[in-house]
């Protein structure tokens, strides 16, 4: 995908008849603060086009959306990497945050520390998924790319899952911000974005993200199906499971 087709499908995205009406207040301007980082690349001389490029969200300043009927807050963040119009790297995750004290603190369960930081923070990261691409100084056997429940987390998140268990990672294909955003809304606002997910417009955007990011999964995964020497498992943990 040309990058600056995909500043103009991450231009969709945002619009309110799209993805943004569902996003909470100060997000859209933090999406179009990062597309307008990618838009100067993309613009620059042809001459001076051969460079890398990133477009990047940050934990500390996410992509989020509004809390739904069930007190569940999810945002979005992550960084994926190019050259010219080639995707090198990518790598997001989706964050689920909770403002409902019976979930967030159990009685019982839960020491006085845990019910003390939900009362300042009024809620808590409920599970935390990275959809990430492989490094290449992994020390251990892993799809090059995958899901991971947990991973990483920062001191204000409360987090339930311990930062220390880093396996099992799932076999997973690729998941941009307009992928994610599509798992958003159909988990967490399925009733109310029935009629946007309708869409042709939509559906075309979504399908231009799945062709640019997933394409090359898809063809790699199938073809493990007709290997007799290994599985689709060990393909992808495989170092030409690319």
């Known amino acids: 995908m040309r990058i600056e087709e995909y500043v103009t499908n991450l231009n969709i995205l945002i619009g309110p008849k799209f993805a943004g009406g569902y996003l909470a207040p100060g997000s859209k301007e933090i999406m ?20 890398s490029w990133e477009f ?23 960084k994926i990497n190019g050259k010219n119009d080639d995707i090198k790297e990518i790598n997001t995750l989706l964050r689920v945050w909770s403002s409902d004290q019976d979930l967030c603190y159990r009685h019982g369960i839960d020491g006085e520390e845990v019910k003390k930081r939900f009362d300042e923070k009024k809620k808590r990261v409920i599970v935390r998924y990275h959809f990430d691409r492989r490094a ?38 690729p998941m941009d911000i307009i992928l994610l955003c599509e798992l958003v809304l159909v988990n967490f606002f399925h009733g109310e974005s029935e009629n946007l997910r309708k869409k042709p417009e939509w559906i075309r955007l979504i399908q231009k993200s799945q062709h ?4 090359c999964y898809y063809k790699s995964f199938y073809a493990c199906l007709n290997n007799v020497n290994n599985t689709i498992l060990g393909h992808l943990v495989s170092d030409d499971g690319s």
Request: proline fraction near 9%; charge should be positive; glycine fraction near 4%.
């Open 32 to 51: 179009q603060e990062r597309i307008y980082s990618l838009r100067d690349i993309a613009r620059k001389p042809k001459k001076k086009k051969l460079m």
């Open 56 to 78: 990047s969200i940050t934990r500390e300043h996410p992509v989020t959306f509004k809390e739904n009927n069930d007190k569940l807050q999810v945002d979005l963040a992550g």
């Open 136 to 173: 290449p100084t992994v020390g251990q056997p892993e799809p090059i790319y995958h899901l991971q429940v947990g991973g990483q987390t920062l001191d204000d998140e409360n987090c339930w899952f311990p930062k220390q268990i880093e396996v099992p990672r799932f076999q997973f294909p």
């Open 212 to 215: 640019a990011f997933q394409d």
